[in-house]
């Protein structure tokens, strides 16, 4: 009677097992996909997006501010080349961010986007990002990182001001192997 029990109890414990792996599988792309869905998140689309060129209405206009931040461990000056703008939706908008390399060795960065409020990143769309791309800067080297966006011109009425923020990661030991600090 006691086996009968356990192994019951085992095939209940591994199923159980199973089912929490797959469920825990499955939460990253049910993520997305409700982020997606409901606009929340701040999540921006990963992919350029085609600019629908509709002038037959001037779109009206918002107000985009820009924000880049860099974690202390990161020797880089990460700025916008302007903090706030105003812009007209529906039309095509380029800027770009400016970069400076601190350290005296190479260092790649990549940003990360995001959009304020959560529901206007459903209309913030970029054609070209330097987030799209890592960024190798030499030590003491500069760039600057270009942006070409447009603000769709279904953004919600409620909405006003939209707030890109671009976070600044060193991704220098994921892409060469361990090479950091290395002069190349």
């Excluded at 006691?2 to 209940?12: M, S, V």
């Excluded at 703008?85 to 390399?101: S, Y």
């Excluded at 791309?133 to 953004?155: M, R, T, W, Y």
């Amino acid at each position: 009677m006691g086996n009968a029990n356990n192994t019951r109890l085992t095939i209940g414990l591994i199923f159980g097992a199973i089912a929490m792996f797959g469920f825990g599988f499955a939460l990253v792309p049910l993520y997305d996909v409700l982020c997606e869905q409901l606009g929340i998140n701040g999540k921006t689309r990963s992919t350029a997006q085609v600019f629908n060129d509709d002038t037959s209405a001037p779109g009206r206009l918002v107000n985009v501010e820009f924000i880049a931040q860099v974690p202390g461990s990161l020797p880089w000056e990460f700025a916008p080349a302007v903090k706030r703008m105003q812009v007209r939706t529906g039309e095509l908008v380029r800027t770009h961010f400016n970069a400076k390399n601190l350290a005296d060795h190479r260092i790649v960065g990549q940003a990360i986007p995001s959009v304020s409020p959560g529901q206007g990143a459903a209309y913030f769309n970029k054609t070209e990002c330097f987030c799209f791309n890592q960024q190798p800067l030499e030590g003491h080297d500069s760039a600057e990182l270009g942006l070409i966006f447009f603000v769709d011109k279904d953004l919600p009425d409620s909405i006003n001001t939209l707030t890109l923020a671009y976070t600044l990661f060193d991704i220098t030991d994921s892409v060469s192997g361990g090479t950091k600090g290395v002069s190349k």
